[in-house]
């Protein structure tokens, strides 16, 4: 799920910066809605099992170039979400977000920023787990990663 979610803020991230000449006379502002299926497995650090997971994404993007400079956010909206246990079939139900924000210059340097929660159920006692990944990176104006945070915790037990 994290290699999923990671290329969908990766791909805006490459669309957006991959200009090589804008010269617009004043701010451009952009807007997107796109609808997926988003297909993963990751292992639950709650039951140490693995979980293959399935749900369908909105992406709503929004944002401004101007001169050399693109911004912009990003809200995924994660519905319908099913993950089954490999090993004890468990069937978990779930919901969740991620926010993105990137303020990139056209010739390299830039923030990104991405935040996720989800929420999966079952029935039973304590059978519920958070997924939480908060991903950080500063691009230099050579396009080159200068510093990275990431920090994921698939088993945040309730």
Do not use: W
Request: net charge positive; proline share 2%.
């Amino acid at each position: 799920m994290k290699k999923v979610l990671f290329f969908a803020a990766s791909a805006a991230c490459l669309t957006l910066t991959s200009f090589t000449r804008i010269n617009p006379s004043g701010p451009i502002s952009f807007s997107n809605h796109a609808v997926y299926e988003d297909v993963a497995s990751f292992q639950n650090d709650c039951t140490g099992e693995m979980m293959d997971y399935t749900g369908q994404v909105n992406l709503d993007v929004h944002g401004v170039v101007n001169g050399n400079k693109v911004s912009y956010i990003a809200h995924l909206n994660y519905q319908g979400l099913t993950a089954v246990g490999e090993s004890t079939g468990t069937i978990y139900r779930g919901s969740g977000q991620q926010n993105i924000a990137q303020t990139a210059n056209i010739k390299g340097n830039g923030l990104f920023t991405a935040i996720t929660y989800i929420k999966f159920m079952a029935p039973g006692k304590k059978n519920n787990f958070i997924v939480r990944m908060t991903t950080h990176f500063t691009i230099n104006s050579k396009g080159e990663v200068s510093t990275s945070h990431e920090k994921t915790d698939f088993g945040s037990c309730q």
